[in-house]
């Protein structure tokens, strides 16, 4: 696994029939579920753990044709894909070799990858004195490996005019994360490069959407009980829960995959009045220490 594994969410009725222009989506009939996924293939990254495993699990329940799962976790990898009948894949995505090696053997299996969803993420504590070796490997699995993987995937996708990127973030990405600099600023870069690809690519047929979970029952947030997280496990979904949030936003082609719905209002007031957003993040970070105060 990537240390703190961070791989911390139904798709469109088109069916990533996606070419010039606007999509034409397929009518709508009384048995949707399997038309969206069904006989695509999809890779994801951070596969064996957490939310990727769910999703993986997710799109072969609607009826992709390949799931790709891309991990260091090669036993948990192997173990899914035999039940999912689909593809493990070392990976370490902070290596871009490994991941240019995943979107090479996925399309010598499958011909083709519909979808990525570059998903495996780390997480640590600290803030700007945190050793630049930190920085550099939160930097490269989160950050990075986005880059990477649009780099090995966008020229099939590009040429076939049609294609889907889905990139996990966090709804640090959009607000922050007390305690963790690091992983503030690297989820940040995530939704920017996610706004990027689809600005840039939108109208040649790649769809793009961006995930951005707060708390979800994985690995990372059960590492940070106590921490200035803790308070995101009063509301942490499941894992599938998330999958399923993931697939009906790729149903609606939306950008922005919220499966808390209330970091969307977070979220505008923070633009309406950065500095009372501000001021306000700065008592959520001082009741924590006081807490914190109080439990030792």
């Known amino acids: 696994m990537y240390g703190r594994l961070s791989v911390a969410a139904p798709l469109p009725i088109q069916t990533f029939r996606v070419g010039r222009g606007r999509p034409r989506r397929a009518a709508r009939t009384g048995r949707e579920e399997i038309v969206k996924l069904k006989d695509k293939v999809a890779v994801v990254t951070g596969g064996a753990n957490g939310i990727g495993r769910a999703m993986c699990e997710r799109f072969a329940a609607e009826g992709a044709r390949g799931v790709v799962i891309a991990d260091l976790d090669v036993d948990r990898a192997e173990h899914l894909a035999k039940e999912i009948n689909g593809l493990a894949v070392t990976t370490n995505v902070a290596i871009e070799d490994d991941i240019i090696n995943l979107v090479n053997r996925a399309i010598e299996v499958y011909g083709a990858i519909d979808l990525f969803c570059s998903n495996a993420g780390i997480g640590t504590p600290g803030g700007a004195d945190e050793p630049n070796e930190v920085w550099q490997r939160i930097w490269d699995v989160n950050v990075m490996a986005h880059v ?6 966008l020229p099939g996708m590009l040429a076939r005019g049609e294609g889907y990127i889905v990139a996990t973030a966090s709804a640090a990405g959009l607000l922050t994360q007390i ?8 989820k940040h870069a995530a939704v920017a490069f996610a706004e990027w690809l689809s600005i840039t690519h939108g109208e040649a047929g790649i769809k793009v959407s961006c995930l951005c979970p707060q708390g979800v029952n994985t690995d990372l947030l059960r590492q940070s009980a106590g921490g200035p997280g803790e308070f995101l496990r009063a509301n942490a979904l499941e894992p599938e829960d998330v999958a399923g949030a993931v697939v009906k936003a790729l149903e609606e082609e939306r950008f922005l995959i919220l499966p808390h719905p209330e970091v969307a209002e977070y979220f505008r007031r923070k633009a309406t009045d950065y500095d009372r957003w501000l001021r306000g993040m700065r008592r959520l970070q001082a009741s924590f220490k006081t807490e914190s ?3 030792q």
């Open 148 to 153: 990477w993987a649009a780099r090995a995937v």
């Open 179 to 186: 305690g963790s600099a690091p992983y503030s600023v690297t």
């Open 293 to 295: 105060s109080s439990a």
